[in-house]
């Protein structure tokens, strides 16, 4: 998908500090997109209640309800709804919660526009991908395990849980190349869309995060399998 395809993407931005607020819907209507701005979390609860949203831009420190309970009710909505936390709040643990809720990317002001800008293409890219893939194959079902791709959610061993867009993403990037090695690089040029040279450890901690979902034995696991010094595996003994 080329970047012209994203024009016109419809893009809401939650944000209270007016003076950043009109320089991002400028610059972002500049660049091709269909910008709404909201200052608090009740009035973007409300827009997206009533309009169609491409990606979310979304501040944490809002009037009426924060960042955080924005986000989590759009993951409830939405599964796969892009989330952009753009926030002064640089503490690890509030990006660390952020990520956990179902946000799918972070940044800290003050930031780079450009970087900004790339940012958003790549999340866009993803969504359309990770609907691509959906619409053809669904459900996965490996093990006790069954993936729903559509909504987000999964049963392992009896038990339901909710994953992440970049989870899921992960999980489905591994089964479409089901039996072979994908490299760390691979996952974060192709699911991430972003440098390489960023930290493989972003890579690891997801890979850890799904082992503990869907395998018995996270620490012996028989279908998310590490290649020592490469990368990973995806094997389904039963297909």
């Not at 926030?87 to 900004?116: C, N, Q, S, W």
């Amino acid at each position: 998908m080329n970047s012209n395809s994203l024009k016109g993407s419809k893009i809401l931005l939650v944000e209270d500090e007016e003076t950043l607020a009109v320089g991002l819907e400028y610059n972002l209507t500049a660049d091709g997109y269909i910008v709404n701005w909201v200052k608090d979390g009740k009035e973007a609860l409300q827009f997206i209640s009533k309009n169609k949203v491409d990606l979310i831009i979304l501040d944490i420190m809002l009037p009426y309800y924060n960042g955080f309970e924005v986000a989590q009710e759009v993951r409830l909505k939405s599964p796969q709804m892009p989330i952009l936390i753009l926030t002064a709040r640089t503490a690890v643990k509030d990006k660390i919660y952020g990520l956990e809720i179902g946000a799918d990317d972070y940044m800290t002001k003050p930031f780079h526009l450009e970087e900004l800008l790339l940012r958003i293409k790549g999340m866009l890219k993803r969504k359309a991908w990770y609907k691509t893939f959906s619409d053809v194959n669904p459900v996965y079902k490996f093990g006790d395990n069954i993936i729903d791709f559509e909504n987000l959610n999964a049963i392992c061993s009896g038990k339901k849980i909710t994953l992440t867009q970049r989870e899921a993403m992960v999980l489905k990037y591994l089964i479409e190349k089901k039996g072979k090695v994908v490299s760390r690089k691979e996952l974060l040029e192709n699911v991430w869309q972003v440098n390489s040279e960023i930290e493989t450890r972003t890579v690891d901690n997801f890979i850890s995060r799904l082992r503990k979902y869907f395998e018995l034995d996270h620490i012996k696991p028989k279908y998310i399998l590490s290649i020592r010094s490469v990368g990973y595996s995806f094997k389904d003994e039963e297909k």
